[in-house]
């Protein structure tokens, strides 16, 4: 079963524009990662914030974490045509699994 | 430095046939994870293995079995296919655990006719 619900499904805005993707999960975590898609390919792995963090920055992805809505957010600044991809956010169920969600799938414009 | 490889890249297999994909992990990392993904969905965990031994297992029938080789590498084997395997399977490797990043290969793409 899908851990994670990430809203919206699929997002299209215009290059330059920043994009914002969200995240539920069901359970208590001891992190909350997000990983990127290109094209049905391998996934790269974005950011992890951790339990006690409420926002973490990279470059220009920022995350942000409340526990206490189980929720997540990822912003994506000044985006770019190769921003273009599906974004997962992902939880660890028990002591090894790793569960994703459906995705959003983003679509940068030119 | 080699990051996770997976092969091959594509498989054509008809119903009822076995399948065996393989994957190397990123250089120094000794757990290696599985997960399959269907068109459109998310990646849906099979199996982990770690010092040779499956240490947590999804919500997959036993027709879906691995193996880890002493040099971490690990295969899938997907017995007597069904339509509905056809996806993408994703290997991923870290060290000590889930709770680490765990790194992903490109994928075998898997078509069941």
């Known amino acids: 079963s899908q851990q994670g619900e990430e809203d919206p499904q699929a997002l299209s805005i215009q290059e330059g524009e920043n994009a914002t993707m969200n995240c539920s999960y069901k359970?208590?975590?001891?992190?909350l990662q997000w990983y990127r898609q290109n094209s049905g390919r391998g996934l790269v792995h974005l950011i992890l914030?951790?339990?006690?963090?409420r926002e973490k920055h990279s470059g220009r992805l920022r995350v942000t974490l409340d526990t206490s809505k189980k929720s997540s957010s990822l912003l994506i600044t000044a985006s770019r045509a190769a921003d273009t991809a599906s974004y997962f956010c992902?939880?660890?169920?028990?002591?090894?699994?790793?569960?994703f969600g459906q995705g959003t799938r983003l679509t940068i414009n030119p | 430095d080699a990051g996770v490889t997976q092969s091959p890249t594509h498989l054509i297999k008809t119903r009822g046939q076995q399948v065996t994909l393989r994957c190397s992990p990123k250089?120094?990392?000794?757990?290696v994870s599985w997960y399959q993904q269907a068109l459109g969905q998310g990646p849906q965990f099979i199996f982990q293995?770690?010092?040779?031994?499956?240490?947590q297992r999804g919500n997959f029938p036993d027709r879906f079995s691995g193996h880890q080789f002493p040099n971490y590498s690990s295969e899938l084997n997907v017995n007597a296919l069904l339509l509905g395997d056809s996806a993408l399977y994703l290997c991923?490797?870290?060290?000590?655990?889930?709770?680490?990043?765990?790194?992903f290969g490109a994928g075998t793409r898997l078509s069941v006719l």
């Open positions: 359970t208590s975590i001891n992190n």
């Open positions: 914030i951790r339990s006690n963090e």
């Open positions: 992902a939880t660890i169920q028990g002591a090894q699994k790793l569960v």
């Open positions: 991923a490797s870290t060290l000590g655990g889930a709770k680490n990043i765990q790194y």
């Open positions: 250089s120094g990392h000794d757990t």
């Open positions: 293995y770690y010092e040779e031994e499956e240490r």
